[in-house]
C-alpha cells in the first residue's frame, strides 16, 4: 500500500493536470513592443479552458520564437489560471543596403526585418553580410565595443577581413580600426585623436595612432 503522503501527492497532481479550476483563463504577454501581440496569441495556440499542467511550454515558447522579430521567448504557468509569455524582441545594430530595402540585422548579425533604417543605425558594408559570416561578425563587434559618444558618429562600418574593419563617420571622417583585438583601448584612443584636424585616423596599433 503507497504511504499516505505519496497517495496526497498524487492526488493534488491528477487535481492540477485535470481540473478546470487550475485551468488557462488568461494570457500575459510581456516584452511586445513592435511584434504584433495578436501573432504572438495566435502562435502560442493554447485554448482557453486547457489546464495548466497540460499546457507545453516548450513548444509554445518555440512558435513564438519562430516569429523573425523575435530574439526569444519565455512562456511559463502562472497559477491559478493564467499563461505568461515573455519577448525579447530583435534591435536593428547595422543595415545593409539591397534592391528589395534595407535589411536589418541585429547584434548577433541576424537578419530579421526589411524597412527604413532608424535613426543611429549604420551601414554595413562587407562582401557576405550575415550571422554566419566573420567579417559580419567582427564589425558587430568593433560597433559594440563603442562608447556611445563614439557610437552615434558612425554612419557606416565595412569589414574587408576580420582583420580589416573601419568606421566612417557621419562628417565623412574615417577611422581605420583593424581587427577585434585591443577594441577598448582602441576606443579610448579613438575619441581624443577625432580632436586633431584630418581625414584618416588609424587606430589599428592604438599604441602608434597616426591621423592623416
Given at each position: ?16 493536470w485535470l481540473s478546470p479550476v487550475l485551468s488557462v483563463r488568461g494570457t500575459e504577454v ?175 596599433s592604438p599604441d602608434l595612432p597616426t591621423v592623416r
Amino acid at each position: 500500500m503507497l504511504p499516505f503522503a505519496t497517495v496526497v501527492v498524487v492526488g493534488l497532481l491528477l487535481t492540477a493536470w485535470l481540473s478546470p479550476v487550475l485551468s488557462v483563463r488568461g494570457t500575459e504577454v510581456w516584452g511586445a513592443t513592435t511584434v504584433d501581440e495578436a501573432q504572438i496569441l495566435d502562435l502560442l495556440a493554447i485554448p482557453a479552458g486547457q489546464p495548466l499542467m497540460r499546457v507545453d511550454t516548450g513548444s509554445a515558447a518555440a512558435r513564438v520564437a519562430a516569429i523573425p522579430k523575435v530574439a526569444s521567448a519565455r512562456v511559463q504557468r502562472m497559477y491559478p489560471s493564467t499563461i505568461r509569455v515573455t519577448v525579447t524582441e530583435r534591435v536593428p545594430v547595422v543595415f545593409i543596403d539591397s534592391p528589395e530595402g534595407a535589411h536589418f540585422l541585429d547584434e548577433t548579425g541576424v537578419d530579421f526585418e526589411i524597412g527604413v533604417p532608424p535613426p543611429g543605425v549604420p551601414r554595413l558594408v562587407t562582401a557576405t553580410p550575415g550571422w554566419n559570416d566573420p567579417s559580419t561578425l567582427a564589425a558587430l563587434n568593433v560597433l559594440a565595443a563603442l562608447p556611445p559618444e563614439l557610437r552615434f558618429q558612425v554612419g557606416e562600418v565595412a569589414a574587408r577581413s576580420i582583420s580589416d574593419v573601419s568606421l566612417t563617420l557621419v562628417d565623412g571622417r574615417v577611422v581605420n580600426w583593424g581587427g577585434v583585438e585591443k577594441s577598448d583601448r582602441k576606443a579610448a584612443v579613438t575619441l581624443p585623436l577625432l580632436t586633431q584636424p584630418g581625414q584618416t585616423y588609424d587606430v589599428s596599433s592604438p599604441d602608434l595612432p597616426t591621423v592623416r
